[in-house]
């Protein structure tokens, strides 16, 4: 335990997260090798960077729990190849098949890579919005894929999620109790936890991000994705996260550059407005204390942007 602790501390830091850092596993299409979280629990940490043919796509967590009696997924991966490859580092851990993967939400990383894992038989589950996304956005988010991963997109193809859900599945295997939440409007539609509530650790998906400045998108509400934080995400009290995106820490760190973040940039845009100011300033509103982390330049001015058009008419 104390191993584990002392590992989640170093992780804590967003000194670990840099944009240039090269590929962490030449030789893999993973950006980097799978870790052992705690014990039976594993991630493959991806880039902090956006999704480039270096990375593979990888820039996200691709996670997988080790039962005892089968394997349980999180996340297809942003290509077949992804997928492909974590089935390998599986392989070189245990013997035991993989029996569900589970996509975190609707967006390429978390489903492009699901072909895979259909040409083995293996069920995926997601929540029903986030299957619903994939529908409807699916063709444009794998072009988006082909156009950076070239090469690398080969045998990716669309596939959905075979098993959806509302709000809550239970799933009982082997030695876990794996809790498949759907705890509220957050990043994206359909976004969900997995909670290991023996263990007290939540694989978070993009509800948490610490050491890259988390992306806002048109349909994402900052009041809602606050509100689920406050009233569901935080009560689950998690002493270990494995957020969407960056290394395993803890539930203050995700707090401080997530919840807090949001809280912060709708106070700043909120000021502006009252001020009378207009969209075009918005952009430029002060994010100076979330200036170190990585995606901070693609990303800030255009947070600021949907957070206005959000608040304006609040």
């Known amino acids: 335990m104390m191993r584990i602790l002392t590992v989640l501390a170093l992780m804590a830091?967003?000194?670990?997260?840099?944009?240039?850092?090269?590929?962490?596993?030449?030789?893999?299409?993973?950006?980097?090798k799978p870790v052992e979280v705690i014990p039976h629990v594993w991630s493959a940490i991806g880039a902090t960077a956006p999704p480039t043919y270096e990375n593979t796509g990888h820039n996200n967590n691709l996670s997988f729990?080790?039962?005892?009696?089968?394997?349980?997924?999180?996340?297809?991966?942003a290509a077949y190849v992804l997928a492909e490859a974590l089935h390998a580092e599986i392989k070189a851990i245990t013997d035991q098949p993989v029996k569900l993967?589970?996509?975190?939400?609707?967006?390429?990383?978390?489903?492009?890579?699901?072909?895979?894992?259909?040409?083995?038989?293996?069920?995926?589950?997601?929540?029903?919005?986030?299957a619903?996304?994939?529908?409807?956005?699916?063709?444009?988010?794998?072009?988006?894929?082909?156009r950076y991963n070239r090469d690398k997109a080969e045998r990716t193809y669309l596939a959905g999620p075979t098993e959806t859900f509302d709000e809550t599945r239970v799933i009982e295997m082997g030695d876990f109790v794996i809790e498949v939440l759907h705890l509220g409007p957050a990043h994206s539609p359909g976004d969900i936890q997995v909670?290991?509530?023996?263990?007290?650790?939540?694989?978070?998906?993009?509800?948490?991000?610490h050491e890259r400045l988390l992306p806002i998108f048109p349909d994402t509400i900052t009041y809602d994705w606050i509100e689920t934080w406050d009233t569901a995400f935080e009560a689950l009290g998690a002493t270990y996260v494995i957020p969407g995106h960056g290394h395993p820490t803890n539930m203050a760190q995700v707090r401080r550059y997530t919840r807090d973040y949001l809280v912060y940039l709708r106070e700043q845009v909120g000021a502006h407005l009252d001020a009378g100011g207009e969209l075009d300033d918005a952009y430029y509103v002060d994010q100076s204390p979330y200036a170190h982390l990585d995606t901070f330049e693609e990303l800030?001015?255009?947070?600021?942007g949907y957070v206005y058009a959000e608040m304006e008419f609040e």
């Open 13 to 32: 830091s967003p000194a670990f997260a840099d944009e240039d850092i090269a590929d962490q596993y030449p030789g893999s299409p993973l950006y980097q």
């Open 65 to 77: 729990i080790v039962t005892g009696d089968g394997v349980v997924v999180i996340n297809g991966g």
């Open 101 to 130: 993967v589970i996509n975190e939400n609707g967006q390429g990383h978390a489903m492009l890579g699901n072909g895979y894992w259909v040409d083995q038989g293996v069920p995926i589950l997601a929540h029903v919005d986030a």
């Open 132 to 146: 619903h996304e994939f529908d409807d956005r699916g063709a444009q988010i794998l072009e988006g894929m082909r």
């Open 195 to 209: 909670w290991l509530p023996q263990h007290s650790l939540v694989i978070a998906g993009d509800m948490a991000f």
């Open 300 to 304: 800030a001015r255009r947070n600021a």
